[in-house]
């Protein structure tokens, strides 16, 4: 087994399910048909057990010929070596096709993702994504796992059909038309079954939910009350999955009954049937031991061709779902000949009138929050927008090279799991020591010193285990940290304490000097400490100066600063 | 903070609780094994009648006597149908009569968990215990047990027709036995630590995937999409390995396992041969032993194939049952409450040994009064916040309630008098109304829009399509941090404690709408103590007092005014915020 996943999995085919289906099965061809041939192989020794049974029952008890029973009894235990020996060989097979084409689709949806970028959250719900990797993943590894299987029923069902009809022509007949008529009378059964146990696998999603809900806000409810209002809700739930569990088992119980007297009413047909060839002298007693045994075997690889059907079926739903991903394309296209941006100079917004020279440390208040998320969505190009570079549109660059340029960083901007030296420091390119000049800079050192591990600390997904005002610091960091042309911060210090906020507002424009800042904020401390501050009203820059001068002159600013109060 | 793990239930506690379980439910257990043995017994009657034909064909027989071995067939068949089938049913109901007590054994458990673990242990190991724990047991439950017990009878009933047609004829199959028994030790050693990294690797690649969506602009942003490909290439690469090991595992086991289910028909086969020419068996016994130890193959197969799953929900039960194990942190002693004054005197406190947090803080904060804590994060404010609700005890020293012990306080009492909210939030799923009311299960709509009104929320409550009766937490309806921060503080108002512990608790909502907020929620906490801690000026600005925190102890107390009189850090900081 070659050692997965594959470096570069390639380009994906992405016009139809159909299509990237096969374009799957084409990277791992030589394993399909190895899995196929041990799939057929192991399948067939099964088949013929029934066969060297009978033998021997005849060389046994019908002829008494111990060294022909000998023999036979060998060629069980070879055929049973065989039959075990295709079948690790089949399944280590298949394993590999499933991870393949699995492993293949989620490297792909990553790829993906990394290229959509921004949009994707934007378009498509993360339920959506996560379903892809948690159910889709495996719907499309099990449609090419069951290649193998499939390929040893469809020969099998074959080989088995002559053998009989050769045999007798009555029985062989018996049974190759009664087992179909078996099998789809049970399936019968089959679909109410499944529409319960999917109302069932729904209804227990929403219980696991509501307990889910109650241990998220068990602060809440252990602080304030309501416990017995929730225990006795949960309950309620409770016993109505109980009785959805109890209405799978009775449909569930009936096909069990079913598997049961369906094939037994076969066999005993062929039994029938048989035992009065047998008294007629057509066939042997060794015979019909076979016949019983190829009754009771052909169930196997019919009950294969419905699995694999139902896996098709399947894979394709889910190759079409891994589609909708892979077809989306983001929302800001690059231009068709994208030019080079300068790398320093004025940026500007048409649309609000602000400009941000270079080197400055400056700070934006907007009369309502909205807008200054707007303008800073509009510079970073998150949105479209009529916005330049040293005169040059940012929409005639493409998105990677603004980022380079430009980055915005906001209260939902995600911090991911992994060691904290990494997710602060993202591209890797700094060592200790300006790692520590950022974290101080955003008066994130308690924090770290708090970590037994300190910067080797894992930060579980989301940084969960923060507080609102430790995250926004460590946001901080990793912005600093990417030494960025132009740097946008939306409420950076929204959740700090005003001590803290102090702090970083006195280091903030000394560790970005020389270097192009915008900081939104409204508190006092902050914008004391810029050099500049443009106040926006619906949208507009109204007026601009240092804040004194806005405190001075400009009664709105004032009152927006100070909430209208003293 | 600190940390704590939830505690796991011993294998005694485990099995203790199984017992528990199976002497509860002795009746139906009973009617499930009796009927599926039933069930078995029919299912003898292929093979032994098959038997009885054979040998009859042999000494050549009349068609009549076929048929009435056929119709002997056809009986025990449909025998065995009806039997299972409500063999099958009686296990479901009993299954998942089982699985739901033991789920909402399970919340009953954790809403009784005592509130200094749950603010200190975090939610994430709950949550896990909640979805994974649950849905593994609920598997265990619902198919494991039943397959178990079904092949376990199955296995008995056979093996017992078996002696019972010939002994002699039952020794061949012991050949098996070696290769089942060592085989299967050997597996199961291995298997559940194999299948649980499995799992576990299967989750890792999961979150990874659920970041790289709801992160997409951020990693865009920073043009890490390289380092999510790294992430998922290394997700995907344990997962391959994690893979290759339970392979491994069954490329061992399953030859092993197969030659334990082969060998014993070939050797009966040969064996059985052999004995009917030594004319110690009939030609028929050899046929229906023969099919028998066929029949044997699908339940020990069965049986085998549950073990290492069961041995799975084991560890989870495990993980269920700890949560029950936290020791209760309270001591009521009967302690009672003379008024509403709220005292710390020489409070220390420390998360780790040795390190006090809190060196010696003494505070008295009379009936009535604003008291608001501001400081530099890590100085201790939060924790001296928690100990001021009663949710932990100091380590030396007292927090007490009317010369009464907050850690000696019946919790329900403890809330009657104090209450804290902190910055983290939590909307449940239900209506706005089921969201309110929990703190006060009486409130009618007036109190509940007055509750609402006084945290700045009715406005857009009204504007909610159902109003009260909107469905929250859902897809359907998402509120901003903001709204939940409001609806949190709306439900402490319900509440009405006399006490409020406010631990930033409005850090979320825009400093442009927070201080109007504020006022108006002072307003209608006027008469009740609220201790803030805050991050914002204006708050310290309004209260009757604030406390400077710093180095876990109180560095500055007094009025707004008496501080900026005084000339100390606050004051400092004020001028900066009035430039």
């Known amino acids: 087994m070659r050692p997965l996943p594959v470096a570069d999995p390639g380009t994906p085919e992405v016009r139809s399910a159909t299509r990237y289906l096969w374009w799957l099965a084409g990277h791992q061809l030589g394993n399909l048909a190895y899995g196929m041939f041990f799939g057929i192989a192991w399948m067939l020794s099964g088949a013929l057990m029934p066969y060297v049974l009978g033998r021997g029952v005849d060389a046994g008890v019908v002829h008494r010929d111990l060294t022909s029973l000998a023999q036979w009894a060998g060629v069980f235990i070879l055929l049973a070596a065989t039959q075990t020996t295709c079948g690790l060989l089949r399944h280590r097979n298949a394993v590999f096709n499933f991870l393949s084409a699995s492993f293949r689709t989620v490297q792909s949806a990553i790829a993906h993702a990394g290229k959509l970028g921004a949009t994707l959250p934007k378009r498509l719900a993360t339920g959506e994504v996560v379903a892809i990797g948690a159910s889709d993943t495996n719907h499309i590894g099990n449609a090419l796992d069951i290649t193998a299987r499939f390929a040893g029923a469809i020969v099998t069902v074959i080989v088995v059909s002559v053998i009989l009809l050769n045999a007798s022509v009555t029985l062989g007949l018996v049974v190759v038309l009664g087992v179909p008529v078996a099998i789809a009378i049970t399936s019968l059964l089959v679909k109410p079954l499944h529409h319960r146990q999917v109302a069932y696998r729904h209804q227990q999603g929403a219980l696991t939910g509501r307990a889910v809900d109650i241990v998220s806000g068990l602060r809440v409810l252990r602080g304030i009350g309501g416990e017995s209002v929730f225990s006795s809700r949960f309950r309620t739930e409770s016993q109505k999955l109980r009785d959805t569990g109890v209405s799978v088992g009775r449909v569930d119980s009936l096909l069990e009954a079913s598997k049961i007297t369906v094939p037994a009413l076969l066999m005993i047909l062929v039994t029938w049937l048989g035992a009065r060839q047998v008294i007629a002298g057509e066939i042997s007693v060794g015979q019909l031991v076979s016949f019983y045994g190829y009754a009771t075997f052909m169930v196997v690889p019919l009950r294969t061709f419905g699995e694999a059907l139902d896996k098709f079926i399947r894979g394709h739903v889910a190759a079409t779902r891994v589609l909708k991903l892979l077809q989306l394309q983001p929302e800001i296209a690059d231009p068709a000949t994208p030019v080079q941006l300068p790398v320093s100079g004025p940026l500007a917004d048409v649309k609000s009138g602000l400009t941000l020279q270079p080197g400055i440390f400056m700070a934006l208040v907007s009369d309502r929050p909205d807008d200054a998320i707007d303008i800073a969505d509009r510079l970073g190009r998150y949105t479209d927008g009529e916005v330049t570079l040293a005169g040059v549109p940012l929409s005639s660059a493409t998105r990677e090279q603004v980022r380079q340029r430009i980055l915005v960083s906001d209260n939902n901007s995600r911090l991911f799991s992994g060691a904290l030296r990494e997710e602060l420091d993202p591209t890797g390119r700094c060592d200790d020591e300006e790692l520590r000049r950022a974290i101080t800079a955003a008066s994130a050192e308690d924090i770290v010193e708090a970590l037994p591990e300190g910067l080797d600390a894992f930060v579980a997904e989301r940084g969960r285990e923060f507080s609102g005002g430790q995250q926004q610091r460590l946001r901080l960091v990793r912005a600093l940290m990417t030494d960025v042309p132009i740097l946008i911060l939306v409420e950076p210090t929204s959740a700090v304490d005003a001590h803290t906020e102090a702090r970083i507002a006195a280091r903030l424009g000394a560790y970005r000097q020389g270097r192009t800042t915008l900081i939104t904020s409204t508190s006092p401390l902050v914008l004391d400490r810029a050099e500049r501050v443009a106040f926006v009203e619906d949208g507009k820059v109204i007026a601009e100066g240092t804040h004194r001068e806005l405190m001075a002159n400009e009664p709105r600013y004032h009152a927006v600063v100070t909430r209208g109060e003293d | ?579």
């Open chain 2, 1 to 579: 903070m600190a940390r704590v793990a939830l505690p796991v239930a011993d294998s005694a506690e485990v099995k203790r609780y199984a017992k528990f379980l199976m002497r509860k439910h002795y009746a139906r257990l009973i009617e499930v094994v009796g009927l599926h043995g039933l069930a078995a017994l029919a299912g003898l009657g292929a093979p032994l009648v098959f038997g009885q034909l054979i040998d009859r064909l042999r000494a050549g027989t009349s068609f009549a006597t076929v048929d009435k071995l056929i119709l002997a067939l056809l009986a025990f068949a449909l025998t065995q149908a009806v039997l299972t089938r409500f063999a099958a049913l009686a296990s479901t109901k009993l299954g998942e009569l089982v699985l739901a007590e033991l789920r909402e054994d399970f919340v009953d458990r954790v809403l009784s968990i005592p509130l200094s673990t749950v603010e200190r242990a975090g939610t994430g190991d709950l949550v896990t215990r909640t979805s994974r724990d649950v849905a593994a047991l609920s598997h265990t439950v619902r198919r494991g047990v039943p397959e178990t017990l079904i092949a376990m009878v199955s296995i008995l009933v056979t093996g017992g027709a078996l002696v019972w047609l010939s002994p002699l004829l039952a020794l061949p199959c012991l050949v098996g036995v070696p290769f089942l028994v060592a085989g299967t030790r050997w597996y199961l050693r291995r298997a559940v630590k194999a299948y649980l990294r499995e799992n576990a690797s299967n989750s890792e690649l999961l979150d990874g995937l659920t970041e790289a969506v709801e992160g997409a602009r951020t990693t865009e942003a920073f043009g890490a999409d390289k380092r999510r490909k790294v992430r998922t290439d290394n997700d995907l690469r344990e997962n391959y390995r994690a893979e290759r090991a339970t392979l491994g595992l069954r490329t061992v086991f399953w030859p092993i396992a197969d030659m334990g289910f082969m060998l014993p028909i070939a050797s009966t086969l040969f064996f059985g041969g052999w004995f009917f020419m030594q004319g110690w068996a009939t030609a028929g016994a050899v046929v229906s032993a023969v099919l028998l130890v066929q029949q044997l193959v699908d339940p020990v197969d069965r049986l085998l194939s549950w073990m290492d799953e069961l041995q799975v929900g084991g560890a989870s039960l495990a993980r269920l049952l700890g949560v029950s194990m936290v020791g209760d942190d309270r001591k009521v002693t009967g302690v009672a409450a003379a008024d509403e004054r709220l005292d710390a005197r020489g409070v220390r406190y420390s998360y780790v040994d040795d390190r006090d947090v809190l060196h010696g803080v003494d505070l008295s904060i009379a009936p009535g009064e604003r008291l608001a804590m501001v400081g530099p994060s890590g100085a201790g404010k939060s924790t001296l916040g928690r100990l001021l609700a009663g949710i932990d005890g100091p380590r030396t020293g007292a927090v007490t309630v009317g010369g009464a012990p907050l850690v000696e306080l019946p919790l329900e009492e403890l809330r009657g008098h104090v209450a804290l909210v902190t910055q983290e939030h939590h909307i449940f799923l239900g209506t706005l109304r089921e969201n309110l009311a929990l703190a006060k299960p009486t409130a009618d709509d007036e109190e509940i829009k007055a509750a609402l009104q006084a945290v700045d929320a009715l406005d857009w409550v009204e504007e909610l399509p159902e109003g009260l009766d909107t469905v929250l937490g859902s897809a359907k309806h998402n509120v901003s941090p903001a709204q939940a921060q409001q609806l949190a503080l709306a439900r402490l108002v319900l509440a009405d404690p006399h006490t409020l512990v406010l631990d930033e608790a409005t850090s979320l909502i825009d400093p442009r709408s927070a201080r109007h907020l504020e006022r108006s929620l002072a307003a209608v906490l006027e008469g009740r103590t609220v201790v803030a801690i805050a991050h914002r000026l204006f708050s310290a600005h309004d209260a009757d007092r604030v406390a400077v925190v710093e180095e876990g102890k109180i560095a500055e107390l007094g009025s707004h005014d008496e501080l900026v009189a005084a000339n100390g850090s606050y004051a400092a900081l004020w001028r900066s915020w009035q430039a």
